[in-house]
């Protein structure tokens, strides 16, 4: 069986040993968990809501899609009722799990309130049991429920219509139920164990049902659209977020830290004072160093986050060409590329409300602000956004090139004459804005955000490497692409 190291601090003279299997692990949680879910059962404030939401509003749901058959019924939209019963079961299916985000909350921060959490600490369990205990106990209550919902709604369907769920459509809502309370769960144990009250849990709930809200919009949209096959993906992205949640939070699940913190307090000075720290050596600061020595040094220390930010972009630049030709544009539209003689003098001029001027400050500011912009998105997004909206124009010249060789157009010549002359410095600046972006999320999943030089010099490093190497290549993109670019377009494609 595979090993783990989990290291849990000692906090009591029964501590046991660190290494475990990941058997003895989920043995050990399960004892958390069969402690949680009984005094759960104990509390009627708990029972009682999700006994009324799992057996009532399935009821009530049924009947509202008996009234909606019987009012579509007279028109002969029968599309409507049948799109109408997935987006039932979804939501029968997602009101119970909601109450997995209260029993969440309250797994550390409450029971620190109520005096019975520095027992369970004392535990000799480790860190990974309490954390994945405390996880399994706040999902278990509300998915079982849910499960009951759909059951007692699909029930009820049979009874007063005959209708028989599509087995496929009726796992998707099953998987994404169980998704999405694991999504809710693990991203308020992981405010449980980092607050201080249950007030201010609640408070930083918003930051998980938000987002979980948006969630069922789309997927709202998708069922009532009928696009099925796309619920397959979001359900991947969920475990995806639930795999790199449920890591960090037992990386940063410290035990000594909840019984110790009393105040969430945000020191900005002594963030500030390490924050600049970054920038000395020897206590001084020295642009030498800076330039020759340390950005050469975080440059090598970081060539996984760069070498996955480049075969993103390879991945997805053949992504895009393989789409075009999949789904190719209308011939009358692809036409061999040819551009006007003044193209030049007439890009420079060009006013155009979603693109900047032809002219270097217009793109420099630009592209500086889209990777600003891109960076902070990647940094609170554990990286993924940064990456995301980077593979999105590198998809779309793909796409474009591909499309452009099937209508008679040498892509390598397109791609030689619009990208490459400013691309040369645009796209390494690109590149090292998003890896380092990506690196700074990565930080805080592993959990060396709360290490000395952890988040702090992950995002000085980020700093650096932005002033010193993206700005001055974005700024040469930025001339080169009002002033190059435009000229050897018009002699290679010049009509």
Request: no cysteine; charged share 15%; glycine share 6%.
């Amino acid at each position: 069986m595979s090993e783990y190291i989990l290291a849990a601090p000692a906090v009591s003279e029964n501590q046991a040993a660190t290494r475990l299997s990941l058997g003895e692990t989920l043995r050990d949680a399960f004892i958390i968990t069969r402690r949680e879910i009984r005094d759960s059962l104990r509390d009627w404030r708990i029972v009682a809501p999700i006994l009324i939401l799992t057996l009532i509003f399935p009821w009530i749901m049924n009947f509202t899609t008996q009234v909606a058959i019987d009012f579509v019924r007279d028109y002969s939209a029968t599309i409507i009722p049948i799109r109408l019963i997935p987006f039932g079961l979804m939501i029968v299916g997602f009101f119970p799990i909601t109450f997995s985000l209260v029993i969440a909350l309250e797994t550390f921060v409450g029971e620190k309130e109520r005096n019975s959490l520095e027992p369970l600490l004392g535990a000799p369990l480790s860190d990974a049991s309490l954390y994945l205990g405390k996880l399994f106990a706040a999902t278990a209550l509300p998915v079982f429920a849910s499960y009951i919902g759909i059951a007692a709604y699909l029930t009820w369907l049979f009874v007063t219509i005959r209708y028989v769920s599509d087995p496929i459509v009726l796992l998707q809502i099953l998987l994404l139920t169980t998704m999405e309370a694991l999504v809710m769960v693990t991203g308020a144990v992981v405010v449980s164990s980092h607050t201080t009250s249950v007030r201010a849990a609640n408070l930083l709930a918003s930051f998980i049902i938000i987002p979980m809200a948006f969630l069922l919009q789309a997927e709202s949209v998708l069922l009532f659209w009928g696009n099925y096959d796309v619920l397959w993906y979001i359900i991947a992205a969920l475990v995806v977020i639930d795999l790199i949640l449920i890591r960090m939070g037992i990386q940063t699940f410290n035990r000594e830290e909840i019984l110790a913190r009393e105040v969430d307090e945000i020191s900005i000075r002594r963030a500030a004072k390490n924050f600049a720290q970054e920038f000395r050596v020897n206590g001084k600061f020295s642009a030498r160093w800076l330039v020759f020595e340390n950005v050469p040094s975080i440059l090598k220390a970081n060539r996984l986050p760069v070498a996955v930010t480049v075969a993103t972009m390879v991945v997805t630049f053949f992504v895009g060409w393989a789409y075009a030709a999949q789904y190719p544009l209308p011939a009358e539209l692809m036409q061999p590329l040819r551009v006007q003689q003044d193209f030049a003098s007439s890009a420079a001029g060009a006013n155009l409300s979603f693109m900047p001027q032809i002219n270097p400050p217009a793109i420099f500011w630009h592209n500086t602000r889209s990777l600003i912009l891109s960076s902070i998105l990647g940094i609170v997004s554990f990286g993924t956004l940064a990456l995301m909206l980077l593979m999105v124009p590198v998809g779309i010249v793909g796409f474009l090139a591909a499309e452009l060789g099937g209508a008679g157009t040498n892509p390598l010549l397109f791609l030689a004459a619009f990208i490459l002359p400013h691309g040369i410095f645009e796209l390494p600046a690109a590149l090292l804005a998003t890896a380092f972006a990506l690196r700074v999320g990565a930080t805080v999943i592993s959990g060396s955000a709360r290490s000395a030089g952890g988040l702090i010099g992950a995002l000085a490093d980020w700093v650096k490497i932005f002033v010193i190497i993206v700005l001055p290549l974005l700024l040469l993109a930025a001339v080169i692409e009002a002033n190059v670019t435009p000229r050897i377009v018009t002699l290679l494609f010049g009509g």
